[in-house]
């Protein structure tokens, strides 16, 4: 039996939304039954193969972010906004209220304690974006699965509809935005 | 709940019929009065009993059904010879006034779908990062989102730039959250007699200000126990140095759904009362 891929990719978030899927535990077992990692946090694999379902953790906050988020979606059938963050930008998007440059010289410039500085320009960096962005935004996006961190009772609700093919829906207890 | 087929005998009952359950209402009432009292859920945010109907938020639309044929037609319309209903328009609840016989469409997958959409519209006009926010599981908008199933935003978000006025002692005013939905506004005039709110300017640049000589929080009469500070359905409006005492998890929302609760109830009954 072929298993399902499943790739997953944490930009502008904190991977809280990871550490709640893991929060599965041994249901991790009756899912990687059925289904695989391909690029994923868990295997380092460093680029997206052809994938059934790729879950997206982070809003948008750079160019790099951009790139890894097209890469998905050309990839992945089914797109998933994971969490706050990928859904409406989530707590990175509170920068929003400052001009980029007000928020780079706060924090290089003038943050306490700060030695020697300088806004970090090294040519490696990606750049960032004017805004912290939903990814909705920039991509198209199949589902969302709220949470800031969704639960890993919403993960496993969610892998399993999604594995036996049926309309995934949340049950009103399971939905929460924080 | 009373079996009607004729919009006449209920009239006499002065009765109103929401998804088909008859209710009786008070003369001068609203629909949504009438139905909140009978223990039926509209979605609403502007709306609160015993402060003035508002119409802004448009999340109680219901519609308003005219059976003109169906009139003294109950065994016709049983045998499915003539059609159940003909037209309906849509009114807000919050200030139409119930009258005998009406018969209203309220929980329906049309009008909760539109519902939503309004929903959306607030959360993506307005800074509602749920994770960050003191008010979170206690947030009528949040609530509502939930009762209506919201999963997303949906519209590309304004992200707008709003003030922030923590200049008073023990009151906040976070604008980023506001809805302008007009309740401190009211709550400030006919509750507290203060007249301490306002709304100025129009569209998106629309924004909740406060009567004092610097517009500022600090130089207005408000106190911590005014019902404008507790009638706040989002975290708009915050009571300083009480952050998190509940933790997230346990709060008004986390443990009950939005139709049960009045939002008067999730006021603490030692707060906002004078």
């Known amino acids: ?178 | 709940m009373m079996k009607t087929d004729n919009r006449q005998d209920q009239a006499a009952r002065n009765t109103i019929t929401i998804d088909g359950q008859e209710i009786p209402f008070q003369h001068g009432q609203t629909i949504i009065d009438a139905a909140l009292e009978a223990g039926i859920y509209i979605p609403h945010l502007c709306h609160r009993s015993g402060l003035s109907p508002h119409g802004s938020c448009r999340l109680c639309m219901v519609d308003i059904v005219d059976r003109k044929e169906t009139l003294g037609d109950s065994d016709r319309r049983r045998e499915g010879k003539i059609q159940e209903e003909t037209r309906s328009r849509s009114v807000a609840a919050c200030t139409m006034p119930a009258t005998a016989g009406q018969w209203i469409r309220n929980n329906t997958p049309e009008l909760n779908e539109a519902r939503k959409v309004i929903t959306q519209m607030l959360f993506t006009e307005g800074n509602h990062i749920c994770p960050s926010c003191e008010h979170s599981g206690n947030c009528t908008l949040q609530a509502v989102a939930y009762y209506l199933g919201m999963l997303d935003g949906h519209f590309p978000p304004f992200f707008p730039r709003r003030d922030l006025d923590a200049s008073h002692p023990t009151v906040m005013l976070d604008r980023d959250r506001c809805i302008l939905c007009e309740l401190c506004v009211r709550a400030s005039r006919e509750a507290d007699g203060k007249n301490m709110f306002a709304i100025a300017g129009r569209g998106t640049r629309a924004r909740l200000i406060v009567n004092s000589a610097s517009g500022m929080l600090a130089d207005s009469d408000i106190e911590m126990h005014d019902l404008a500070v507790h009638v706040c359905p989002v975290g708009a409006i915050l009571i300083k140095e009480q952050g998190y005492r509940v933790p997230i998890g346990q709060r008004t929302f986390d443990l009950h759904q939005v139709e049960e609760i009045d939002l008067g109830k999730t006021i603490p009954p030692e707060m906002g009362q004078k």
């Not at chain 1, 991977?15 to 994923?40: N, T």
């Not at chain 1, 020697?116 to 909705?136: M, R, S």
């Open chain 1, 1 to 178: 039996m072929t298993r399902i891929r499943i790739a997953t990719t944490s930009l502008a978030g904190c991977f809280g939304c990871h550490m709640s899927l893991l929060d599965m535990d041994e249901r991790l077992v009756s899912i990687l039954e059925k289904a695989e990692f391909d690029r994923s946090p868990f295997t380092d694999i460093k680029h997206c193969g052809s994938c059934d379902i790729g879950l997206v953790e982070g809003g948008i906050c750079n160019e790099e972010n951009v790139h890894v988020l097209r890469e998905f979606r050309k990839n992945c059938k089914i797109l998933i906004a994971v969490g706050a963050c990928a859904i409406n930008g989530g707590v990175p998007a509170l920068r929003n209220s400052f001009q980029l440059r007000a928020c780079l010289e706060e924090v290089y410039l003038h943050g306490e304690g700060v030695e020697n500085p300088q806004i970090p320009n090294d040519a490696e960096l990606p750049l960032l974006l004017d805004k912290v962005y939903p990814i909705h935004e920039v991509v198209q996006v199949d589902f969302y699965l709220p949470g800031c961190p969704p639960s890993a009772d919403q993960f496993f609700r969610m892998f399993n509809d999604l594995i036996s093919g049926n309309e995934f829906s949340l049950p009103r207890k399971l939905l929460h935005f924080d």
